[in-house]
């Protein structure tokens, strides 16, 4: 079983050495890695050709349909406001809030990001963020490493709740008691990220002289209504209005927190800008300038929020079955309901109404796409990769090996378990949808609550969104620096393996001891 269980890992021990070891370019160590892992699925595992062609098939046609879609949308809708020179009117705008970068990273990386998790996830809460921080003038590393960070408990509900209500489905769990308990359990990563976004936007923990309370605003104001919201009204919204409130308050926080400025941290210098800031930007402008991040946020509202358009362009898409082996399910292209979709209309119009013209948005786009060419190679390898160990057994047989050998211990673990699969996959839907099952049936049998165990998944599939290869690439996609991939891994798995084993400690709290009524 042991030998079973280290061949099982191996693209995933692969993963982690050729990406924080020998800084090899994600597109490569992928690749490698799903080479490696349909070796073992034929040759151990013993999984029938056909089934592993169209495994890998059906991961390919889910890389590019919906995520590579959303991803080259998100990227393509910051490079039309690039070449508008509307990027400048935004920078000045924002640069007003402050133009300290630690207050820019919790409004933009934490609070914007998970807004836009909330709403769409796919990689849009990375990919658009960073490549704003960067356009502020921020270290490209840094502005993607700290997108990543923030990336983490929002994906909890990211997509209008769909990791949780899928996992409560799987799971046979209630939805609302699930996401209360998830909100409870990631609550203190909420609260203690705006510290680590500090530290790590100013290199040390002396980053945090004079953002103490500001960052604890900013923890504060996204945990409260976080929880209230999952308690109260479900698991679709607690991302979306928490990351509100988050903006809001470090916003109104940092005018009366902070009025004085450090150069060490300021993104534009006063002599860079000095001159364009005294003259004042009209509504106007501000709107224009805006346009293509406000229609992105009004059309995902819409197609998610209200029901009937979300029904009628749910039936606009094409179903193929593409997996070959035993309790298949036919793979669903949604070609307009879908995020991808929505940003792109958003980027067009935008263009449109910012000046440019049709023939430059499709240079733009172009463009885009061929900027892009590497994280897409990633992200499909990742994809065919995660669907080949889980359609061989793989990902079962390392779960099985977890639930063996820990017993009672088995929810320190849990979280750990459920982050292997967004490890490999970069979703935490997921890990749900592989994982959801196992975990309460284990709760169960050791007689502790499903709820919390179902919760742990999900505690440890968020929190391996910043490791993930996928996610990673994307970061490095948006800060313009692909083939880099290896040194966000080293800045991010650091912060993985805190986490982890927090939440480890506290499911098996949790757990034994503090069932809550769940």
């Known amino acids: 079983m042991v030998i079973i269980f280290l061949l099982a890992m191996a693209p995933i021990i692969w993963l982690i050495i050729a990406l924080s070891g020998l800084k090899m370019p994600g597109y490569k160590a992928c690749f490698i890695a799903f080479v490696l892992t349909i070796v073992l699925a034929l ?4 999984q029938p050709v056909m089934e592993v062609f169209t495994g890998a098939l059906e991961g390919i046609a889910m890389a590019i349909w ?11 809708a910051y490079n039309v406001t690039v ?7 935004i920078k000045r705008m924002l640069t007003s809030v402050s133009k300290d970068e630690r207050i820019l990273v919790l ?27 960067v356009g502020l003038g921020m270290n490209p590393v840094v502005a993607a490493a700290t997108c990543l960070v923030a990336n983490t408990a929002p994906t ?13 489905s799987v799971a046979n769990v209630d939805a609302q008691s699930l996401g209360e308990a998830t909100a409870i359990l990631t609550i203190p990563i ?20 004079g953002m103490g309370i500001i960052s604890i605003v900013s923890g504060v104001s996204f945990a409260l209504p976080y929880y209230l919201t999952a308690h109260f009204m479900g698991p679709e919204l607690p991302s979306i209005l928490s990351s509100v409130c988050c903006m809001v308050f470090t916003g109104v926080a940092s005018k009366f927190l902070h009025k004085k400025e450090e150069p060490e941290y300021q993104l534009i210098s006063q002599k860079e800008d000095g001159k364009e800031d005294r003259k004042r930007l009209t509504v106007g402008e501000m709107i224009k300038a805006w346009t293509p991040f406000i229609l ?20 606009i898409k094409t179903t193929v079955p593409i997996y070959s082996g035993e309790g298949a399910s036919p793979y669903t292209f949604t070609w307009i309901g879908t995020p991808g979709t929505m940003i792109l209309i958003a980027a067009f119009i935008g263009g449109f109404v910012q000046g440019a013209t049709l023939k430059e948005l499709f240079q733009v786009l172009l463009a885009t796409i061929k900027q892009m060419w590497k994280t897409i190679a990633t992200i499909v390898s990742v994809l065919a990769t995660a669907k080949i160990m889980g359609y061989s057994g793989m990902i079962t047989d390392i779960a099985t090996l977890f639930v063996t050998v820990t017993g009672v211990f088995y929810p320190l673990f849990a979280p750990f378990l459920g982050s292997i699969v967004t490890f490999v996959s970069g979703s935490a839907t997921t890990a749900s949808v592989l994982f959801g099952g196992l975990q309460a049936q284990t709760a169960t049998a050791i007689g502790m609550s499903p709820v919390w165990m179902a919760a742990a998944n999900t505690g440890g599939a968020v929190v391996a969104k910043m490791i993930s290869p996928q996610n990673i690439s994307i970061g490095a996609a948006a800060a313009d620096m692909q083939g880099q991939e290896s040194s966000l891994m ?3 798995i650091k912060y993985y393996i805190v986490y982890i084993i927090f939440l480890g400690i506290l499911s098996l709290i949790f757990c034994r001891f503090l069932s809550l009524g769940f």
Do not use: R
Not at 43 to 46: H, R
Not at 66 to 76: E, R
Not at 84 to 89: D, G, I, P, R
């Open 490 to 492: 080293k800045i991010v």
């Open 156 to 168: 909890a509900y990211g997509s209008i709740g769909i990791p949780t209500t899928t996992l409560a």
């Open 66 to 76: 919906p995520i590579c879609y959303v991803i080259i949308a998100a990227v393509f």
């Open 107 to 133: 409004i933009i990386a934490f609070g914007f990001g998970s807004f836009m998790e909330g709403m769409a996830g796919f990689g849009t809460a990375v990919a658009i963020p960073a490549s704003m921080l």
């Open 296 to 315: 992105i946020l009004v059309l995902l509202m819409s197609m998610s929020l209200i029901q009937p358009l979300h029904d009628a362009l749910a039936t």
């Open 190 to 209: 909420l609260i203690v990220t705006p510290f680590i976004l500090v530290c790590m936007t100013g290199k040390s923990v002396k980053a945090l002289k």
């Open 43 to 46: 040759l151990v595992w013993k």
């Open 83 to 89: 070449h508008t020179k509307n990027m400048e009117l």
